[in-house]
């Protein structure tokens, strides 16, 4: 059976109807509803939606509802935090009050702030991981993931629950930041890989633990940012290290390699994560700049990542790297209407002939 209530009533219909309004005044118009058969709770109305009394919506015995807001809310308050899912209309804004790793988000596709991916919250544009779903399977992130919000795994524990085992998370090869406090208060204890790329971390406290339970770092020898201050003074990375490795050196190269399935000596192309192409070392160290593999060339960019479809200076020539990032040579490259001929050192051809027999002119473009 539903149940309809609806804000600005002066007096409580039992039954039917609860003001939601702090005030009690029907200009304020959210409405709440509850529908048992789909085990659903939808809040309408148009605006921010208000700090109301506790007693005036659904307690926690609604906990495993659905909770949707409308799409003409565009603000919440700390009103009804309670539930495992919820649904985001397309004109939320801020969604921040309620923010919580307890729930499983799903976002109107037409909502310009915010997304989803399988149950987890982002930014619109998938770059930044706002939420991490605290009972949902590890390592399920969107391939456009570079950077971890702050909290973003606050209390996590897994599917298994709290004290459950968690093997490991992987944060994925390409993230370049890790927000504030991402590891607070888990409920299990989770080794977390962090790539070489990262190159900006938040801070952890000293304590960063919860109910008996802490983050254990899996550190990389080769990312000298995650270790410019550790241990730190009051500002440590993580509290807790895989093997207690006291300092750098003691960490084997090959620390993390096996998480990213990495070899020494070799490119590795992250199918599965943000797509681009990596070469790492004898030790196991990204490569930064031109490297010849194989006898194609690359460019590795501050990143480590293969640039890819762009023109760039090599030996005081213009050369063209492909959508594999491997420099183009002896063939014409098409480039915004215009096509461009490219030699055997991959360096563009300038006023001269082709080898069809084409002419360039003094920007590389062909003639006729």
């Given amino acids: 059976m539903k149940k309809i209530h609806k804000i600005g ?27 048992d058969a789909t085990k659903t709770i939808t809040v309408e109305g148009i ?27 565009t603000g919440v308050s700390n009103s009804f935090r309670f539930g495992q899912y919820v649904m985001i209309g397309r004109s939320m804004n801020d969604i921040t009050p309620l923010m919580s790793t307890d729930w499983y988000y799903t976002v109107s596709e037409e909502n310009p702030f915010y997304a989803s991916y399988e149950g987890a919250l982002y930014t ?8 991490y779903p605290r009972y949902k399977e590890p390592n399920d992130f969107h391939p456009g993931l570079v950077k971890i919000g702050n909290y973003a795994f606050y209390r996590y524990c897994g599917p298994y629950g709290e004290g459950g085992q968690v093997d ?27 790539p070489d790329t990262v190159v900006r971390f938040g801070t952890a406290s000293v304590d960063e633990s919860g109910q ?8 990389s020898r080769n990312n000298s940012a995650a270790w410019d201050a550790w241990p730190g003074t009051g500002q440590m990375r993580l ?60 460019f590795f960019n501050d990143y480590g990542a293969a640039s890819v479809k762009t023109w760039l200076e090599k030996d005081g020539k213009q050369v063209f790297l492909d959508e594999d990032g491997v420099m183009a040579t002896n063939r014409w490259v098409d480039w915004y209407g215009k096509s461009y001929y490219v030699g055997a050192d991959g360096g563009m051809y300038i006023n001269q002939e082709t080898p069809d027999g084409y002419r360039v002119d003094g920007e590389g473009a062909r003639i006729g």
């Avoid at 009533?9 to 529908?35: H, I, R, Y």
């Avoid at 619109?124 to 939420?131: G, M, N, P, T």
């Avoid at 370049?176 to 208060?185: K, L, M, Y």
């Fill in 239 to 298: 509290a807790y290290v895989e093997n207690n490795y006291e300092a750098l050196e003691y960490v084997p190269y090959h620390n993390i390699a096996s998480y990213y399935d990495i070899q020494s000596n070799s490119l590795k192309k992250f199918e599965d994560g943000n797509g681009k192409t990596y070469y790492f070392d004898q030790y196991y160290n990204m490569v930064k700049g031109w490297k010849q593999v194989n006898g194609n060339w690359y």
């Fill in 212 to 219: 008996g339970f802490y983050p254990i770092w899996v550190p």
């Fill in 47 to 73: 605006g921010i939606l208000p700090e109301v009394d506790e007693n005036k919506y659904p307690d926690e015995k609604y906990g495993d509802y659905t909770l949707i807001f409308g799409d003409g809310i």
């Fill in 168 to 194: 490991t998370i992987i944060i994925p090869w390409g993230v370049t930041t890790v927000g504030n406090q991402i590891f607070g208060s888990p409920s299990t204890n989770i080794k977390y890989v962090i």
């Fill in 9 to 35: 009533l002066a007096v409580l219909a039992a039954c039917v109807c609860l003001c939601l309004a702090a005030c009690g005044d029907s200009k304020d118009g959210f409405t709440w509803k509850v529908d």
């Fill in 124 to 131: 619109k544009d998938f770059a930044e991981l706002l939420k």
